[in-house]
């Protein structure tokens, strides 16, 4: 049974069609991916399940209840990370749980300090790059108790040894609780490492043509620790 569902949604910025006819399900604890050039609307589709935009035509369900612009119902981590300039990176990354009630501050740290942000705890935003800000909007994302979880190319803005570093993390997470991730990415490679299903988005305007078979099982766990032993 589906978690999340899109039936035949379309979105139009004046003269400008972005998606038309736009299906797409995810069934929960599925790694489902969006691959799509830029100005595919892959944000778009984001925004418009994460209720900040609302569609011009067709459904949104959540466990078959509309979710058309309520914000909220899933944790959405967009493509430029909106961190808050007066809370440290702990009350930053503790913001998703906080609004949902359910504050779970040793995991936090945890996961702080997993993603190399040991020295940042109680550090500002401002003083940040762009990629270590791009690593606490991820580790909220992570953290927020909603049953879907949209991460919009969380990882473009990381360095290469980095990237790959933060990709094992989510698999490594995602093989062992399995949650429900919706994916974008524009790099092909990307999608293919990491998702069970890949849907690609035509130029615009935007509509799912293609569901692309990934060709080969992703690596188990094992062999990933073990690459990642080769790594160190
Ligand atoms: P992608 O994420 O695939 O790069 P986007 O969804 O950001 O693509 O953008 C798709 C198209 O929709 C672009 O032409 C962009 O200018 C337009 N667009 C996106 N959001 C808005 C908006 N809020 N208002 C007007 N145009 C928008
Ligand atoms: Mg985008």
Redesign the pocket.
């Known amino acids: 049974m589906s978690l999340l569902s899109i039936e035949n949604v379309s979105k139009r ?2 003269e ?1 069609e ?1 998606i038309r006819g736009l299906s797409l399900d995810v069934k929960a604890g599925e790694f489902v991916s969006i691959l ?10 984001f ?1 418009l399940i994460g209720g900040l ?1 609302t569609p011009d035509e067709g459904t949104i369900r959540l466990q078959k209840e509309s979710i058309i612009g309520k914000r909220g119902s899933i944790s959405y981590m967009p ?1 430029t990370p909106s961190l808050l300039p007066w809370r440290t990176i702990l009350h930053n990354v503790l913001l998703g749980q906080e609004l949902q009630g359910n504050i779970n501050r040793e995991k936090a740290i945890e996961m702080i300090e997993k993603a190399g942000l040991k020295e940042y705890i109680h550090s500002y935003p401002h003083e940040l790059s762009g990629g270590m800000k791009q690593r606490v909007a991820f580790i909220r994302a992570l953290l927020s108790p909603q049953p879907i979880i949209l991460l ?2 969380p990882f473009s803005a990381l360095d290469e040894w980095t990237r790959l570093g933060m990709q094992k993390w989510l698999l490594d997470i995602w093989d062992s609780h399995r949650p429900t991730i919706l994916f ?1 990415t ?1 790099n092909i490679e990307e999608a293919l490492f990491l998702s069970d299903r890949i849907f690609v ?1 035509s130029h ?1 305007p ?1 509509h799912v043509i293609s569901e692309l078979k990934v060709p080969f099982s992703r690596p188990r766990n094992e062999e990933l620790l073990l690459e990642n032993r080769f790594l160190e």
Do not use: A, M
Not at 36 to 45: A, D, R, Y
């Open positions: 910025f004046g400008n972005v799509g050039p830029s100005g595919s609307g892959k944000s778009t589709i925004n935009l493509q919009d190319e974008v524009h988005l615009r935007s």
